[in-house]
């Protein structure tokens, strides 16, 4: 062995391949399969998009690094199921590029935030944390309020998002920024359009509590509703795993 | 540093000066309406500024022809001054924030100095800024002299150099604008990721150009680590950055891979960010400089070999350990913690390998700071090691993971390895290259010593702490069954601790002042008549007749 090697560290390019073949086999083993294997992630029929001001409330939820402090990824424990609620399943992190499921919680996990609060506690708890929750240290983001949200490139967002496996409809991305609009704005006729696109379930309201200009806020606020709330499949599983007991 | 350059590689730079700001114009008008606007300008001027100090010195005389007989050692200078200069900026950056977990009102009333984006400068600063620098240097200074050649080419090392520093910039100044890709450690948008790819590969061609070169016929230790840096860096950086862009004009896009793919693809990145950039490339650096300045040979050869294939292999296969107990399927779960745990092997035969090295040399750790240095990050790195494979066990796991024990080992790591042994390294390597006998005041390298230590054992004690103490009032029940504890009573739980965590990382950063300001003044020192012979000369060989 050792005279083998007196020879490969003899030869550069020869050492180089090596190092490359023994580095691969790892990751080739473990990653390959997960795009192969069909189990890896459940197949349920509920599960839903994000809309475009869902995905405009992501982005600044990355933007802000949200996900330094707070985990996406409710773990297969008893106490983590009975704080949050139902462990987290594969297929509800389908849609989600990048996944947020995060390594740390200097604050809870967000996995199944949504209509767990009402908008207006989000929309006072985000401009100062320490209004609803006296010892919190989270930052205040005070200025998402005062920023307008930018929407008019919401379907090249989309487009984006269907080349890497989102099913978006050619519909979805002609219409995301009308879409984006509508959502926030429960009164106008871009509201019953984005209902009929995207299905009578989905969140329409004045997110931000302000019919003026559709803000940051007002995206940050959506897409926090809907966490954990794509699909049911985590509570329906659940709900089957008590009956059987 | 220009008029170390040849008239032909001054014409290389001013083309690759203007191709710069071609490519920093157009990103910028694609960008005009999105934040990459302002990317696309600030490498425009760097373009720039590059180009008018090259034509400054466009017509200087030709450098000195007796060059090759010495080794080229401008970029690894510039390298560690930029390095300490970018940990004195990261760890502040660090400080600030781990007091606002404690203060949350510290900061500014704006999107970028909000924590959320703080922090990625902050690892970004002390991971890419600190530690790369501070390997590039190394690594052009050690690849010299284990070959006894100089530098394939004078420009090359400066396109690394340079090329770098701008990835480094655009990253921190891009996650302060609000652009991230939110991969932890892979932060940086599609532009800068393609712009490290080609700087890395030229990195990359330079090495292997000048092991090319080499008059020794093995290649050494050192550099099969530095290669195994450069190599697998690139291959973890190309598949996890993997992205379509929104448009040519956006900043923003959307990673290839979602939910549970992209999280293993993202943790086998990032474990293995930690096992090529943060372990590798520094064991090349305790390979060489370690034994140089202890007077004594590498213990084993035998035992070098065991450990740097070891730690090529089964790193690979330990990311998934970040994931226990998540929608991750078990089996992968599985595999990952055996390796962890199996990983431990080649990590202390390492570890040993450098204490073992030592032996007979314990008076110079007694008495010199600067090898002090290279002997505790032996130990940090040793015992950061064992607590990952135990912190990778699942039920360990269940315990430790989303709390500040994973900050602690973390900084474990970054703190008393990899920071120790380059601040060792670069005390030994400043009079070298300066061609000083000494440093300028070793008084000041015995403070620095002590206050990274004791910032390193602060910080490291306070994480365990809060970490175990919010594990545990996360999973405690109270006797009627049901959860003791909310989420905000462990909040309230931190508070002593992360107060302590800050003032450790305080005096971390204190010392990384002192070393700078301390490296600076070497520098400083009037020349002396007979500098000190530090190495053998490269080997010239005649020039082949045109």
Request: charged share 15%; proline share 4%.
């Given at each position: 062995?050792?005279?083998?090697?007196?020879?490969?560290?003899?030869?550069?390019?020869?050492?180089?391949?090596?190092?490359?073949?023994?580095?691969?086999?790892?990751?080739?083993?473990?990653?390959?399969?997960?795009?192969?294997?069909?189990?890896?992630?459940?197949?349920?029929?509920?599960?839903?998009?994000?809309?475009?001001?869902?995905?405009?409330?992501?982005?600044?939820?990355?933007?802000?690094?949200?996900?330094?402090?707070?985990?996406?990824?409710?773990?297969?424990?008893?106490?983590?199921?009975?704080?949050?609620?139902?462990?987290?399943?594969?297929?509800?992190?389908?849609?989600?590029?990048?996944?947020?499921?995060?390594?740390?919680?200097?604050?809870?996990?967000?996995?199944?935030?949504?209509?767990?609060?009402?908008?207006?506690?989000?929309?006072?708890?985000?401009?100062?944390?320490?209004?609803?929750?006296?010892?919190?240290?989270?930052?205040?983001?005070?200025?998402?309020?005062?920023?307008?949200?930018?929407?008019?490139?919401?379907?090249?967002?989309?487009?984006?998002?269907?080349?890497?496996?989102?099913?978006?409809?050619?519909?979805?991305?002609?219409?995301?920024?009308?879409?984006?609009?509508?959502?926030?704005?429960?009164?106008?006729?871009?509201?019953?359009?984005?209902?009929?696109?995207?299905?009578?379930?989905?969140?329409v309201r004045l997110f931000d509590g302000d019919?003026?200009?559709?803000?940051?806020?007002?995206?940050?606020?959506?897409?926090?509703?809907?966490?954990?709330?794509?699909?049911?499949?985590?509570?329906?599983?659940?709900?089957?795993?008590?009956?059987?007991? | 540093?220009?008029?170390?350059?040849?008239?032909?590689?001054?014409?290389?730079?001013?083309?690759?000066?203007?191709?710069?700001?071609?490519?920093?114009?157009?990103l910028g008008l694609m960008g005009r309406d999105?934040?990459?606007?302002?990317?696309?300008?600030?490498?425009?001027?760097?373009?720039?500024?590059?180009?008018?100090?090259?034509?400054?010195?466009?017509?200087?005389?030709?450098?000195?022809p007796d060059r090759v007989t010495r080794y080229?050692?401008?970029?690894?200078?510039?390298?560690?001054?930029?390095?300490?200069?970018?940990?004195?900026?990261?760890?502040?950056?660090?400080?600030?924030?781990?007091?606002?977990?404690?203060?949350?009102?510290?900061?500014?009333?704006?999107?970028?100095?909000?924590?959320?984006?703080?922090?990625?400068?902050?690892?970004?600063?002390?991971?890419?800024?600190?530690?790369?620098?501070?390997?590039?240097?190394?690594?052009?200074?050690?690849?010299?002299?284990?070959?006894?050649?100089?530098?394939?080419?004078?420009?090359?090392?400066?396109?690394?150099?340079?090329?770098?520093?701008?990835?480094?910039?655009?990253?921190?100044?891009?996650?302060?604008?609000?652009?991230?890709?939110?991969?932890?450690?892979?932060?940086?948008?599609?532009?800068?990721?393609?712009?490290?790819?080609?700087?890395?590969?030229?990195?990359?061609?330079?090495?292997?150009?000048?092991?090319?070169?080499?008059?020794?016929?093995?290649?050494?230790?050192?550099?099969?680590?530095?290669?195994?840096?450069?190599?697998?860096?690139?291959?973890?950086?190309?598949?996890?950055?993997?992205?379509?862009?929104?448009?040519?004009?956006?900043?923003?896009?959307?990673?290839?891979?979602?939910?549970?793919?992209?999280?293993?693809?993202?943790?086998?990145?990032?474990?293995?960010?930690?096992?090529?950039?943060?372990?590798?490339?520094?064991?090349?650096?305790?390979?060489?400089?370690?034994?140089?300045?202890?007077?004594?040979?590498?213990?084993?050869?035998?035992?070098?070999?065991?450990?740097?294939?070891?730690?090529?292999?089964?790193?690979?296969?330990?990311?998934?350990?970040?994931?226990?107990?998540?929608?991750?399927?078990?089996?992968?779960?599985?595999?990952?913690?055996?390796?962890?745990?199996?990983?431990?092997?080649?990590?202390?035969?390492?570890?040993?390998?450098?204490?073992?090295?030592?032996?007979?040399?314990?008076?110079?750790?007694?008495?010199?700071?600067?090898?002090?240095?290279?002997?505790?990050?032996?130990?940090?790195?040793?015992?950061?090691?064992?607590?990952?494979?135990?912190?990778?066990?699942?039920?360990?796991?269940?315990?430790?993971?989303?709390?500040?024990?994973?900050?602690?080992?973390?900084?474990?790591?970054?703190?008393?390895?990899?920071?120790?042994?380059?601040?060792?390294?670069?005390?030994?390597?400043?009079?070298?290259?300066?061609?000083?006998?000494?440093?300028?005041?070793?008084?000041?390298?015995?403070?620095?010593?002590?206050?990274?230590?004791?910032?390193?054992?602060?910080?490291?004690?306070?994480?365990?702490?809060?970490?175990?103490?919010?594990?545990?009032?996360?999973?405690?029940?109270?006797?009627?069954?049901?959860?003791?504890?909310?989420?905000?009573?462990?909040?309230?739980?931190?508070?002593?601790?992360?107060?302590?965590?800050?003032?450790?990382?305080?005096?971390?950063?204190?010392?990384?002042?002192?070393?700078?300001?301390?490296?600076?003044?070497?520098?400083?020192?009037?020349?002396?008549?007979?500098?000190?012979?530090?190495?053998?000369?490269?080997?010239?060989?005649?020039?082949?007749?045109?």
């Amino acid at each position: 062995m050792l005279d083998k090697h007196a020879k490969l560290e003899r030869n550069a390019l020869a050492f180089v391949f090596a190092i490359i073949f023994v580095a691969s086999i790892g990751g080739i083993v473990e990653i390959a399969p997960l795009f192969t294997i069909d189990e890896t992630v459940e197949e349920v029929e509920d599960m839903r998009v994000y809309t475009p001001l869902e995905v405009a409330g992501r982005n600044i939820y990355i933007r802000e690094g949200c996900y330094a402090c707070h985990s996406q990824m409710i773990r297969t424990l008893q106490d983590e199921v009975e704080r949050y609620g139902p462990y987290s399943l594969a297929v509800e992190s389908q849609y989600d590029h990048p996944m947020l499921w995060g390594s740390k919680r200097t604050g809870p996990d967000l996995a199944r935030l949504g209509e767990k609060y009402s908008d207006a506690w989000h929309v006072a708890h985000l401009i100062n944390p320490r209004d609803v929750v006296p010892s919190s240290v989270m930052p205040s983001y005070a200025w998402l309020q005062r920023n307008s949200l930018r929407y008019d490139d919401m379907g090249l967002h989309l487009a984006a998002l269907r080349k890497v496996g989102v099913p978006y409809t050619d519909e979805m991305i002609a219409s995301a920024s009308h879409d984006t609009y509508g959502q926030a704005r429960p009164d106008s006729e871009r509201a019953d359009e984005f209902l009929e696109r995207y299905g009578e379930d989905s969140n329409v309201r004045l997110f931000d509590g302000d019919p003026g200009r559709v803000t940051e806020m007002d995206a940050l606020v959506a897409y926090l509703q809907i966490l954990g709330r794509l699909t049911d499949a985590a509570h329906q599983q659940a709900n089957d795993q008590t009956e059987g007991d | 540093m220009v008029s170390q350059l040849t008239r032909d590689e001054r014409g290389s730079a001013m083309i690759l000066c203007v191709i710069l700001t071609l490519f920093g114009a157009t990103l910028g008008l694609m960008g005009r309406d999105d934040v990459l606007g302002w990317h696309g300008a600030l490498l425009a001027l760097s373009g720039m500024v590059l180009l008018f100090v090259v034509m400054n010195k466009l017509y200087d005389p030709d450098p000195d022809p007796d060059r090759v007989t010495r080794y080229y050692d401008d970029p690894t200078k510039v390298g560690v001054i930029v390095s300490m200069m970018w940990l004195v900026f990261a760890t502040f950056v660090g400080d600030w924030v781990a007091w606002l977990l404690v203060y949350p009102e510290a900061t500014f009333d704006a999107g970028w100095s909000s924590f959320g984006r703080l922090r990625p400068v902050h690892t970004t600063g002390v991971i890419f800024g600190f530690g790369g620098n501070a390997l590039i240097a190394t690594s052009f200074h050690v690849l010299q002299r284990t070959s006894r050649a100089r530098l394939a080419g004078s420009l090359a090392p400066w396109i690394v150099l340079i090329g770098f520093n701008l990835f480094c910039l655009l990253a921190v100044t891009g996650y302060m604008f609000g652009i991230t890709a939110s991969k932890e450690y892979a932060e940086p948008e599609w532009y800068a990721d393609l712009f490290l790819v080609v700087i890395w590969v030229v990195y990359f061609v330079l090495y292997l150009r000048t092991l090319a070169r080499r008059q020794e016929p093995h290649i050494y230790v050192a550099n099969w680590y530095f290669l195994a840096f450069i190599l697998v860096v690139a291959i973890l950086h190309i598949i996890n950055n993997l992205a379509v862009p929104v448009s040519l004009g956006h900043a923003k896009s959307y990673s290839l891979f979602s939910g549970v793919q992209d999280a293993m693809t993202q943790w086998w990145y990032g474990h293995n960010a930690v096992a090529f950039f943060l372990t590798s490339g520094f064991l090349g650096m305790l390979y060489y400089y370690l034994p140089r300045r202890a007077g004594r040979p590498i213990f084993s050869y035998r035992m070098s070999i065991i450990s740097f294939w070891g730690i090529t292999f089964l790193y690979m296969w330990a990311g998934s350990h970040h994931l226990h107990y998540t929608a991750l399927p078990h089996w992968v779960q599985n595999l990952g913690m055996t390796f962890s745990i199996i990983l431990v092997v080649p990590s202390w035969a390492s570890a040993g390998h450098a204490l073992l090295t030592l032996n007979g040399a314990w008076e110079k750790v007694r008495d010199d700071a600067t090898l002090r240095f290279m002997f505790v990050a032996a130990v940090f790195y040793g015992l950061s090691t064992f607590e990952g494979s135990f912190m990778a066990i699942r039920p360990v796991n269940s315990l430790s993971h989303y709390t500040d024990w994973t900050v602690g080992h973390v900084h474990a790591g970054a703190l008393g390895w990899v920071a120790m042994i380059t601040f060792g390294t670069f005390y030994t390597l400043v009079p070298m290259l300066w061609n000083r006998e000494r440093m300028y005041s070793s008084r000041l390298i015995e403070a620095h010593f002590w206050l990274a230590l004791a910032g390193t054992v602060i910080y490291v004690f306070a994480m365990w702490n809060s970490g175990i103490v919010q594990g545990l009032m996360w999973r405690a029940y109270a006797e009627n069954g049901t959860l003791a504890y909310s989420f905000i009573d462990s909040v309230d739980a931190m508070r002593p601790y992360y107060f302590a965590r800050a003032v450790g990382g305080f005096l971390f950063f204190l010392g990384g002042v002192i070393g700078l300001y301390n490296i600076w003044m070497t520098t400083r020192m009037p020349t002396m008549e007979k500098p000190p012979v530090y190495d053998l000369p490269p080997v010239v060989e005649a020039e082949p007749a045109e």
